[in-house]
């Protein structure tokens, strides 16, 4: 099993500021095939990014995301209010073939 | 609008059952492969099952495999989750996706909560 691991477990940021969020695997993500979700208390979660670093539709471009192998980031330029929320990290491969980080929770200081 | 509404959660006694359906709207069912994900209280997401467009080919979780059975019916648009001889862990947010280029997911549901307990 591919286990991800997410840091730091918290963010405290302002709005403005630029948040970079980890997730590290514990063996190489095949293909990059690393996705990114946010998730907001009481909605759906929502893809972000895909393939490590390709933008869903719809997502703005302060949003990024890079890595390769077992590092991923996930980046936010600047942060928008509502923006505050919980990220979390899927890799496909392997068996199970999904895992999922267990989430930074990103809230405003 | 593209949605997926799952129904059927609730309380059950361990060892009991319960049948998950998610309504899909929006896009093309039939050609969309789907995925059930779980998580329980303060843990991670965990996948659980998935299935592809036509429903001939199923994966599971080896957590779940032989407890629960993944399904759907495309004339109805409807994915379901039959979920038996149930165990506390199963207590969880059980969560209807859309897979997306295989690997990804691209649509939640809003998640329909399972409560395994005497």
């Known amino acids: 099993e591919i286990v991800l691991t997410q840091s730091p477990g918290t963010l405290s940021l302002s709005p403005g500021e630029r948040a970079t969020l980890s997730c590290r695997a514990s063996q190489s993500v095949s293909n990059s095939y690393l996705a990114w979700y946010q998730h907001k208390p009481g909605q759906p979660p929502r893809l972000l990014i895909y393939?490590?670093?390709s933008r869903a539709t719809g997502i703005p471009d302060r949003f990024s995301g890079s890595g390769s192998g077992t590092d991923f980031t996930l980046t936010i330029s600047r942060l928008e209010p509502e923006d505050f929320a919980m990220y979390f990290c899927?890799?496909?491969?392997?068996?199970?073939?999904?895992?999922f980080g267990q989430g930074t929770r990103l809230e405003i200081k | 609008e593209v949605q997926l509404l799952e129904s059927g959660g609730g309380l059950v006694q361990p060892g009991g059952s319960l049948r998950l359906s998610c309504a899909a709207s929006g896009f093309t069912f039939s050609n969309s492969a789907m995925r059930w994900v779980r998580q329980a209280p303060g843990k991670g997401l965990e996948w659980v099952s998935s299935?592809?467009?036509?429903?001939?080919?199923?994966y599971y979780a080896d957590s779940v495999k032989g407890r629960f059975t993944i399904s759907r019916d495309n004339s109805k648009n409807t994915l379901y989750l039959q979920m038996s001889s149930l165990r506390a862990e199963d207590t969880a947010v059980y969560y209807c996706t859309k897979i997306f280029l295989s690997y990804y997911i691209d649509v939640w549901g809003k998640g329909t909560t399972v409560s395994v307990s005497s």
């Open positions: 899927q890799q496909y491969g392997g068996s199970p073939p999904i895992t």
């Open positions: 393939a490590a670093s």
């Open positions: 299935i592809n467009g036509p429903g001939d080919d199923t």
